[in-house]
Structure formats: structure tokens, C-alpha cells
């Protein structure tokens, strides 16, 4: 039986739906998609206790979203995932582009050397899901607060002032449930969405695509293969991925106007993959579904005390792998927020920053998606004679290349308009400056951004780490002394926040690490969030304008010293 045909979280009933009154809940997830898994399992690891809801009882019908991102694999190492997950994907980093009969040329998504984690890994969503509920398991097994139930739809949602009230169906019934924040991962027919009458704002296209999930044993290389014009579907794209487990996926493009009910019979999907593969090659059908899709968004991620996050706020193409990796990021960017709020260590306005940031990084993803888009099926003879005549020269001159557009992939987005960022200083590296994900670098004995973990922390470098062992505290900041084996060398509380570490690291150890976060800069100091982007950075060490900007990094402090 193939896993997505396998109840995994089946429906129990629950103590809730005995209770005379609507139990209270800190936190609810609605949706147990990547996004909603994720969310649940970063709050159970942080020991906020989460309700998940998901309306079915087992994993994503079909591989749906394949392609996973750097970006994402290092917010699921942070996870406690990551290895594994990794492990079960195929990992690629190369990719071809055709237009036609011929190959036009290659790129590497991942050229230089020092990264823990590929460019990218293709993997079934299905088998993504299964592997995270297992690591909600194994937190359930240590005792983490994090319960999923299964065939348990929301149906009706009632914001108040200091929570929302749920309805919830069951098999056995409905009931009603109370949280004090609810996180919506239900997905692009999200029901929260709908209860609080929000409506997505942006284009709807019309051309729809064929996806076909197929087990072959085939010669063809782990990379990704665009045609643009190809023989065997004239005038539309094609697109060819590697999966695990012997599957493959193959988009082919059908134009506008089709019968998709009629284009999904296997009797007509194979003719059109035979004139692809050739007769040779042998294959089985495994999923077929066809689409259209579109690019647009809600107005607010942030609507009360209800937080929307991946397709539940927002929906792009499947060109560029954005939606599941944008949903990721959505929630690795919410849920230290989140925990703050409720332990009382930051206002509630820093939810208003969760808007700030990931609005405009959905704004990115859908400029992105809407082009690659626009691109791949040209709206008029204009448009198509001018990408013919690109793929043409991007055949001999590298520099037509950046014109070609099969869907720019997904890239995390840079918060540089951040609310929670402190102003920049002049000489260090652009790639890593405020606003930025921190970037992985090998440490001799592990990576950086598993030194880094998640919550704030000072990254020391060069002669700013010999400082910070003996800069003074002014007043209203309290030394802390370092655990018994840190590596830090010395700590800060502001007001409420726990100590905060630094990992201090001095210049010519690690000359990957000294070129990502120093270029040429003697030394530098570094405040990370707990998503590990870069909140402020710095040439030397000065503990008043440290502390302040830890002040504004947890919305405690907007104004400069």
C-alpha cells in the first residue's frame, strides 16, 4: 500500500470534547502540511504547548512539492531533522536548459565549496510529511507538548480580544475549542481563510500543465532538465526531475482551454510520454494530476491573534520550488516570535514584524514566480519571438543567460527593510548583512550554523572576539558567566532575556568563515536571531549599542541610542 493511502494520525476522540466549557489552548495549528508540521514541531521543541488539526488522517495525496531548498534543509537541521531528511532525498545541485533539439547550456546552483547542506534535494511531499511526523513523535515520546488529531476540521472561527474560538468536526461530532493564537497551515482552500472573509489579491493564469509521477529505470542524470519548444510537445515546455524510490516527475505544459478531466486518462497521458521517453524506455504511472495555478497573496499575514503561514497566505507557480519552501521560511520566521510573545520576553508588536518580513518576501516569491511564468508561455507573438530570440543567443553568449527564465529558484529572502534590524556598517561582506540568513561555513569540527542553534547569539570574529572577554557592562546589563564548556566569553541580560552567548572565533582558523562574515575587515561582531538571520553586525565591540540592538531585534526597543 503506497504510504499516502495509510491512515498515519487516525482520528481519537479527545478529553476536549468532553469538557463543559471550550478547553484553552496556547497555540493551535490548523493544517498538517510541511508548513503546519513544522510549526508544531519547532513550538513543541521550544516546550509551547500546540494542538495540531488536520481535517484527513494520513500524508498528502501524491509526491506534490518535490523540490527542497538549502535554505529549507537548514531549518529542518535546526529541527532535529535535517540529517535524515537529507538522507532520503536526491541531492542535486545541476540543471540543463533546451529549447528545441538542442541543449542551449548547464548551470550549478551551488558552485563553491564549504556548505553542509545541497543547493537542493528532491523529495516525495508525502515522504517529507511521514519524516516529520515521525520527529513530532519522537517529541511526544520525550514528553514535548504537542498533540495532532486527526479528522478534525475546522469549520467555524471566532476571533475575541485575547484568543479565537474553534468549531471543530469530528466523526463524532463537533466541539468547540479555545486558543490564544492560531497559526493557519491549512492550505490554498484554507477554511480559516475563508471564515475571516479574506480573499487573495493578484493574477489567475490560465495555461494548465500535466504532472506525471512515473516509475522507470532510466539513464538520465540527477539534474533538472527544462525544454522550452521541445519535439514532443511543440509549442509548451517540459520539465524533468529525478525522485527516490525510482519516480520521476515530468511537467509537460497543455496551453489554455483543455478537458482536464479528459488529459488525465492514463490512455492519454502515455502516448504523450512515449513521445518524450522514446519506446525503449519502460515506465509505470504512479500519480497524474493536472493544474492551473495562481500568483497573489492575503493583504496581512497577521489578522488579530490568527497568524496565516505558507499556502494559506499565499500561492505562486510551481516554477522556482517557492511554495513549500516559502512556507518553511514563513514559520521558522514566526514561531520564535510566537514563544516570545507568550513567555512575556517581547511585546505583542513583535507579530507585527512577522507581517513586515514575510509579506515582502512573498511579494518576491510571486514577482519571481509571475515572470518565470510569463516567460515559459508567452502571452503574445512579441513576447514569444523576443524569448526565442534570448534562448537563441544563450546558446553562445553567457551573458543572455540571466535573461532565461525556467523558473528562477527558490533563494531566502533578505529582510532588509526589517523593523528588527539595526543600521548597517561599512566594510563587511554584503551576503551576510542585516536582514540575511546566516551563512553555513565549516568549523574543522562541524558547521557554524549548528553551533548557532536557535535563540539570540553574538558571533565574535577576529579582534572582536578577544573584546568581548574583557569589554565592560555598563549599567542596567548584567554579566553572565559562560557555562561550564562554552565557548563563550561572555554573557549579557537585558532586562528579562537570557544570558546571551558568544561564540567567539579568532581570524585564520577557518578561512571560508573569515570570508563569508569578514572579507577583509580585521574583526567583526555579529547579533543572530533565533531564526539565524542577521539582526546587527558590527567592526568592534561597544555593550551599550550591542544590548540596544538586541532591544530592537526583540521589538523591546525601536528607537537608536
Known amino acids: 500500500m503506497r504510504i499516502f493511502e495509510t491512515p498515519l494520525y487516525p482520528y481519537e476522540r479527545s478529553p476536549d470534547q468532553d469538557a463543559p466549557n471550550p478547553a484553552c489552548h496556547p497555540v493551535v495549528v490548523v493544517g498538517a502540511g510541511p508548513a503546519g508540521l513544522v510549526a508544531a514541531i519547532d513550538l513543541a521543541r521550544r ?46 545541485s545541476r540543471g540543463k536548459v533546451f529549447f528545441r533539439d538542442r541543449r542551449i547550456y548547464g548551470f550549478d546552483l551551488l558552485a563553491e565549496e ?34 495532532l488529531r486527526g479528522g478534525s476540521q475546522v469549520t467555524k472561527v471566532e ?22 493564537w492560531v497559526v493557519a497551515c491549512d492550505g490554498a482552500g484554507s477554511t480559516v481563510r475563508r471564515e475571516l472573509g479574506l480573499e487573495f489579491a493578484g493574477r489567475v493564469f490560465e495555461d494548465n500543465f500535466l504532472i506525471a509521477d512515473v516509475t522507470m529505470k532510466a539513464d538520465f542524470p540527477t539534474e533538472r532538465w527544462f525544454w522550452f519548444d521541445p519535439p514532443f510537445n511543440r509549442g509548451q515546455s517540459a520539465l524533468l526531475h529525478r525522485q527516490p524510490e525510482g519516480l520521476w516527475r515530468i511537467d509537460l505544459q497543455l496551453g489554455p482551454g483543455v478537458d482536464r478531466e479528459e488529459e ?33 497573496r492575503i493583504d496581512r499575514f497577521r489578522h488579530g491573534r490568527v497568524l496565516f503561514a505558507g499556502d494559506a497566505a499565499h500561492q505562486v507557480s510551481p516554477f522556482g520550488a517557492r511554495g513549500a519552501n516559502s ?27 512577522y507581517d513586515a518580513e514575510r509579506v ?46 525556467s523558473g528562477r529558484l527558490s533563494l531566502p529572502h533578505v529582510y532588509l527593510d526589517s523593523p528588527l534590524q539595526s543600521p548597517d556598517v561599512d566594510g563587511l561582506p554584503a551576503r551576510t548583512r542585516p536582514g540575511s540568513p546566516a551563512v553555513d561555513a565549516p568549523l574543522g569540527d562541524g558547521w557554524l550554523l549548528a553551533r548557532l542553534g536557535d535563540r539570540f547569539q553574538l558571533l565574535a570574529l577576529g579582534s572582536c572576539a578577544a573584546e568581548t572577554g574583557y569589554a565592560g557592562v555598563p549599567a542596567g546589563i548584567r554579566r553572565k558567566a559562560p557555562a561550564s564548556g562554552s565557548s563563550a566569553a561572555l554573557g549579557i541580560d537585558v532586562a528579562d532575556e537570557p544570558g546571551l552567548e558568544v561564540i567567539s572565533l579568532p581570524a585564520g582558523r577557518h578561512p571560508l568563515l573569515d570570508e563569508r562574515y569578514l572579507g ?4 567583526a561582531l555579529y547579533l543572530l536571531r533565533p531564526d539565524q538571520h542577521v539582526a546587527a553586525r558590527f567592526t568592534d565591540y561597544d555593550p551599550e549599542r550591542t544590548a540596544a540592538a538586541l532591544r530592537r531585534a526583540s521589538a523591546q526597543e525601536t528607537d537608536d541610542p
Not at 62 to 86: H, M, N, Q, V, W
Not at 159 to 180: C, F, I, Q
Not at 328 to 334: A, E, F, I, Y
Open 264 to 296: 488525465q486518462r492514463p490512455e492519454n497521458v502515455v502516448p504523450r510520454l512515449r513521445q518524450m521517453l522514446g519506446d525503449d524506455v519502460e515506465f509505470e504511472l504512479e500519480w497524474i494530476s493536472v493544474y492551473t495555478f495562481q500568483c497573489a
Open 114 to 147: 564549504g556548505h553542509r547542506r545541497p543547493a537542493f534535494i528532491n523529495l516525495q511531499q508525502y515522504r517529507l510529511e511521514e519524516l516529520l511526523l515521525r520527529r513530532l513523535r519522537d517529541l511526544q515520546s520525550e514528553g514535548r507538548p504537542v498533540e
Open 520 to 523: 577583509g575587515a580585521p574583526g
Open 360 to 405: 515582502p518576501a512573498a511579494d518576491e516569491n510571486i514577482l519571481n514566480s509571475t515572470r518565470s511564468t510569463d516567460f515559459i508561455t508567452p502571452k503574445s507573438e512579441t513576447s514569444r519571438l523576443f524569448r526565442d530570440a534570448v534562448l537563441n543567443l544563450a546558446e553562445t553568449q553567457p551573458m543572455a543567460r540571466p535573461l532565461v527564465n
Open 47 to 92: 516546550d509551547i504547548p500546540v494542538v495540531l488539526l488536520d481535517e484527513n488522517d494520513r500524508v498528502s495525496y501524491g509526491s506534490r512539492a518535490i523540490c527542497f531548498a538549502k535554505r529549507a534543509l537548514e531549518i529542518l537541521d535546526r529541527l532535529g531533522c535535517g540529517d535524515e531528511i537529507t538522507g532520503h532525498g536526491v541531492t542535486w
Open 159 to 180: 476571533p475575541a480580544t485575547d484568543s479565537v474560538l474553534l468549531t471543530v468536526e469530528t466523526p463524532e461530532g463537533p466541539y468547540r475549542l479555545e486558543a490564544e
Open 327 to 353: 512556507g518553511l521560511q514563513d514559520v521558522d520566521n514566526l514561531v520564535w516570535k510566537l514563544e516570545r510573545v507568550l513567555r512575556g520576553r517581547s511585546p505583542d508588536s513583535l507579530l507585527d514584524s
